[in-house]
C-alpha cells in the first residue's frame, strides 16, 4: 500500500524481507542497549501486523501492531485498540518523514477495523516524536532494558 507520501508500506514476505525487518530492528532498537541479537523478537510476534518501507530492495523502516479489546470504565462497552511496537527507521533515512507516515499509516488503518484509539509503550527520548504526532501522556510506562518509558495514546475519534 503506498500513502500520499510516496512511501510503500507492505508486509514483509520473503525471507529476506524478514531478515532485513529484524535485523533493522535489533540494529536500532536492542544493540545500543547491549542487548543480544533475538531479543527484538518477542511473544507477541505471532498476533501482530508487521510492516515494512522498502526503497531499492532494501528495508529502510520497520514496525508492528498488535489489535486488542478491553472494556470501557465508563459505558462497559467493549472497544478495538491498537498497540503500535517496535517502529526503527534506518539512520541513513531518518528525519525524512518516513516514521510520521508509518505511524499516519497505522493510524488509518486502525481507523479501517474501528479501533478507537492507538496505545504505546514510548522511550522517554521519543515523547516530543510523538506528542506532535497527537499523542497524549497516559502515565508512566514499563521500564524495559534498563530504560524508562511512557505510556501514550493516541485517540482516534
Known amino acids: ?6 512511501f510503500q508500506f ?10 532485513e525487518y529484524y535485523r533493522l530492528r535489533y540494529e536500532r532498537l536492542r544493540k545500543p542497549l547491549g542487548q543480544p541479537p533475538g531479543s527484538e523478537r518477542e511473544a507477541a510476534e505471532a498476533g501482530s501486523t508487521h510492516i515494512i518501507v522498502k526503497e531499492d530492495g532494501r528495508v529502510i523502516a520497520a514496525g508492528c501492531w498488535a489489535v486488542g479489546m478491553r472494556q ?5 462497552q ?13 539512520p ?8 510520521s507516515e508509518m505511524t499516519r499509516h497505522v493510524e488509518a488503518r486502525a481507523r479501517e ?21 497527537g499523542w497524549v501522556i497516559i502515565g ?10 511512557v505510556s501514550m495514546v ?3 475519534s
Open 92 to 99: 541513513e533515512y531518518e528525519g525524512r518523514g518516513i516514521g
Open 72 to 76: 470501557d470504565s465508563e459505558t462497559g
Open 140 to 149: 508512566p510506562g514499563e521500564t524495559m532494558f534498563g530504560l524508562d518509558h
Open 113 to 133: 477495523i474501528g479501533a478507537v484509539e492507538i496505545v504505546g509503550n514510548v522511550r522517554e527520548h521519543n515523547v516530543q516524536y510523538f506528542e506532535r504526532l
Open 10 to 19: 507492505i508486509e514483509p514476505k520473503t525471507d529476506l524481507e524478514w531478515e
Open 1 to 6: 500500500m503506498t500513502d500520499a507520501s510516496g
Open 154 to 156: 493516541r485517540p482516534l
Open 78 to 90: 467493549r472497544r478495538l485498540f491498537v498497540r503500535f511496537r517496535q517502529m526503527a527507521v534506518d
